[in-house]
Nanobody, 125 residues
Framework: QVQLVESGGGSVQAGGSLRLSCAASGYSYSTNYMAWFRQAPGKEREGIAAIYGGPGYTYYHDSVKGRFTISQDSAKITLYLQMNSLKPEDTAMYYC??????????????????WGQGTQVTVST
């Protein structure tokens, strides 16, 4: 059983930066596919960045492309999300997710079977 614990959220002004971390415990093969999702109040959870495969392929939602960077340590134990040029619309609860194999599209929540509890990111004007 994989457990995921996010950290690094907080409050920041627009234009600022934050770095989220997600620590995974359990079998490392269960984290071959990892992603960050976010959910704002009244909105559906959306996938924003994923990393997968041996080479660490990455994929980003258009809304964060060029501003956010997803990365993973070589042991696939810790997942990161570097968020730069933050905007008020980035305000949401951020979740990390993991799966041992491909279960669907990498930014689809149904593709992941392990989830963290979330960390709040608030961006003010």
């Amino acid at each position: 059983q994989v457990q995921l614990v996010e950290s690094g959220g907080g409050s920041v002004q627009a234009g600022g930066s934050l770095r989220l971390s997600c620590a995974a415990s359990g079998y490392s093969y269960s984290t071959n596919y990892m992603a960050w999702f976010r959910q704002a109040p009244g909105k559906e959870r959306e996938g924003i960045a994923a990393i997968y495969g041996g080479p660490g392929y990455t994929y980003y939602h258009d809304s964060v492309k060029g501003r956010f960077t997803i990365s993973q340590d070589s042991a696939k134990i810790t997942l990161y999300l570097q968020m730069n040029s933050l905007k008020p619309e980035d305000t949401a609860m951020y979740y990390c997710a993991a799966a041992s194999r491909s279960l669907g599209w990498v930014l689809d929540s149904h593709a992941y079977n392990y989830w963290g509890q979330g960390t709040q990111v608030t961006v003010s004007t």
